[in-house]
């Protein structure tokens, strides 16, 4: 893909994504990282937050809608599932 694609791309995944990531992305590109680096990064986010909402790990059916306080919380609830495994 030209750089421009990514571009577009990047745009439509943003669309997907909650606001706070939209804010990383940002950031992230007055570094700059080139647009292809930044598409991995949200196709990754999008991948994640399918997970926690696949899991159960968030009680919202949409990957915009999953509040930041989810993933704070995400360290505990790690903690509390590795602690009933062991």
Do not use: C
Request: proline share 5%; aromatic share 16%.
């Amino acid at each position: 893909m030209q750089k421009n694609d990514y571009i577009h791309h990047n745009e439509q995944l943003i669309a997907k994504l909650p606001s706070y990531v939209n804010d990383y992305y940002i950031e992230k590109s007055t570094i700059p990282l080139s647009p292809a680096t930044l598409y991995q990064y949200l196709n990754e986010f999008i991948r994640f937050f399918e997970w926690m909402i696949n899991t159960g790990i968030t009680s919202v059916n949409k990957v915009a809608d999953i509040p930041l306080n989810d993933l704070e919380q995400l360290k505990n609830k790690i903690w509390s599932f590795i602690s009933l495994i062991y």
